[in-house]
């Protein structure tokens, strides 16, 4: 949207919740625009990778390419589901784009590289490299967000999501500090 109005707002709005960082999906046309009000503001955006059926951000790489002549502020929220769908390696990813990673979805799927469609699990029970994404974030010293997604069809979402959260803790509490 280059409008300057809608998007003035949407940063007033920004500051006005207390939030550092919004994450969302910007059209790269208007990327100048933003980065105006990224300056103005003093926030920080992170754009989402949405994966191979995304024409414009399926993968951290399009986002990135979007985003690098740009302020620093401007950076990646890097969705590790998608991301891997779109055929990108996410523990690569959060390496490659660390100085501009400032969101992360962390969630696990069943789903292979190039598939249009998500299949959503528990954490550490699909294909994600749960592990080595957790020890790239700490080797980069990452600060940023590490936002949970259980989007698992069906039953309870809450114990789904208790059962990823205590997967992650284990995990974290195994790698060597």
């Not at 698992?152 to 500090?177: F, I, Q």
């Amino acid at each position: 949207n280059n409008d300057q109005a809608k998007v003035r707002k949407a940063f007033a709005n920004v500051r006005a919740d207390g939030m550092v960082t919004r994450v969302c999906k910007r059209e790269p046309a208007p990327l100048p625009l933003v980065e105006k009000f990224v300056r103005e503001f003093d926030q920080k955006i992170a754009i989402h990778n949405h994966g191979p059926e995304d024409k414009v951000y399926p993968s951290p790489a399009s986002v990135w390419a979007a985003i690098e002549p740009f302020d620093q502020r401007i950076g990646l929220c890097l969705d590790v589901g998608h991301a891997m769908r779109a055929g990108a390696d996410p523990v690569a990813a959060v390496g490659q784009y660390a100085s501009r990673l400032y969101d992360l979805h962390l969630k696990d799927s069943l789903a292979i590289p190039g598939a249009t469609a998500d299949i959503p699990v528990e954490i550490g029970t699909g294909r994600i490299d749960i592990r080595g994404i957790l020890r790239a974030l700490l080797a980069v010293k990452y600060s940023g967000v590490v936002a949970f997604e259980y989007e698992k069809p069906g039953g309870n979402p809450v114990t789904g999501l208790a059962e990823s959260v205590g997967y992650v803790r284990g995990m974290l509490a195994a790698l060597p500090s």
